[in-house]
DNA sequence: ATCATTTGCCTAAAACCTTTAGGCTGTTCC
DNA sequence: GGAACAGCCTAAAGGTTTTAGGCAAATGAT
């Protein structure tokens, strides 16, 4: 019988593919077996279980996302690398939507803190030295930033912004426009503006 | 044969409990069946299918939500509307994450257009007639939003911030803190502060 | 080269979820 | 009461997950 040489690597690979074209929610350890034409109980010598192949598949995702942030980043500051960042995740998004939404997965603590989510925590804040932000000022914007790339991101892809005018382009544009903004004039904590 | 008095919006309601309770995931024709004490198939006649099941429990969602936001915004004006708004998504996800989950399910456009999600986004641009945008600004601002919402309440929920300093409450505050005077100096478009 | 071991893929089978078809029995309404 | 409908049931087919056990190809020692 002719072996096909599989290998996990090969595998969640495989199923990142997989999730491009048919969605994160219809990678299956079946379509996976299909699509490498092999039994699916053959998958098991592989993968521990389903969850484990998207948990795999999360942290490929994740990985080349910290990547390609990495790539960005290089040699820019300021605004320039907020808006290099912030396109990264856009971008990953738009050409692989489905390792975007599994990098999306809720993982157990200890996974997560192993993933290279680190690594794009840590070049968020890297990013921020761009800008004038003492701790915890500087923890908040990240979680800020996080937020909007993640929620911009997730709601364009829903189709939240589509068929209506303005394009997304341009919100995107602008929004990254009131990020810097924002970071430059970093406010202090209070009630806002006192009525006069 | 006792009947069991079914009806779509009761077996709707009792899958958003089970949502809740298991994670939208989880929520399943058969496992609601189990629930309600009934056989599967019994409740094909009730609703068409399990993306069905799924869409119904995405549509409470987005009405309950819609609602706790026109209590919320009732009233008040300026941050503590913000803070108001941004609150109901925040407390809505955390008492009930099933239900908040299904809420982020994408919808086909016309189902959609005829949700309480365009009630959402209208009472967000209600919620900006207290600062002083226009046009195309006040849509970037609603975008914005509604990114950082959804971004800052599915981040938490992963366990993004948890286990680290400063506690998410407190970045919480001062992400609105952040928003509001954003909001309040609205930048123009260009490429930031120009290098002196 | 041969034999033993390990490895990789297979078949078989059980458990669960989805969906359709058809039947029986309460309920409703003349 | 009886006709018609509605609501829940059984049956069955098809798909996914996972475990168990088998056979053959690759590996490596003698």
Redesign the interface.
């Known amino acids: 019988m002719a072996r096909a040489g599989l290998t996990t690597e090969r595998l969640v690979r495989t199923a990142a593919e997989l999730a491009d074209e048919v969605g994160f929610e219809q990678v299956t350890v079946s379509a996976l077996a299909r699509r490498v034409g092999v039994k699916v109980a053959s998958l098991y010598s592989h993968l521990k279980n389903s969850q484990d192949l998207r948990t795999r598949l999360a942290l490929l995702a994740l990985e080349e996302l910290a990547d390609r942030a990495a790539d960005a980043l290089a040699g820019r500051a300021?605004?320039d690398a907020l808006t290099a960042l912030a396109n990264v995740y856009r971008d990953y998004a738009r050409e692989h939507p489905g390792r975007y939404t599994a990098a999306?997965l809720?993982?157990d603590?200890e996974t997560?803190a192993a993933s290279a989510g680190v690594r794009q925590a840590r070049m968020t804040r890297a990013l921020l030295r761009g800008y004038d932000l003492a701790e915890?000022?500087q923890?908040?914007a990240v979680?800020?930033l996080?937020?909007?790339?993640?929620?911009?991101v997730?709601?364009e892809?829903?189709?939240?912004?589509?068929?209506?005018?303005?394009g997304?382009e341009?919100?995107w544009?602008?929004?990254l426009?009131?990020l810097?903004?924002?970071l430059?004039?970093?406010?202090?904590?209070?009630?806002?503006?006192p009525h006069p």
Chains 1, 2 share one sequence.
């Not at 430059?184 to 503006?193: D, Q, S």
């Open positions: 300021g605004k999306r809720p993982l603590p997560a915890p000022d923890t908040h979680r800020l996080g937020s909007v790339f993640h929620g911009y997730s709601l892809a829903a189709g939240g912004f589509s068929h209506s005018a303005p997304s341009e919100s544009a602008r929004i426009d009131a810097d903004s924002l430059r004039t970093w406010p202090a904590p209070g009630p806002g503006h």
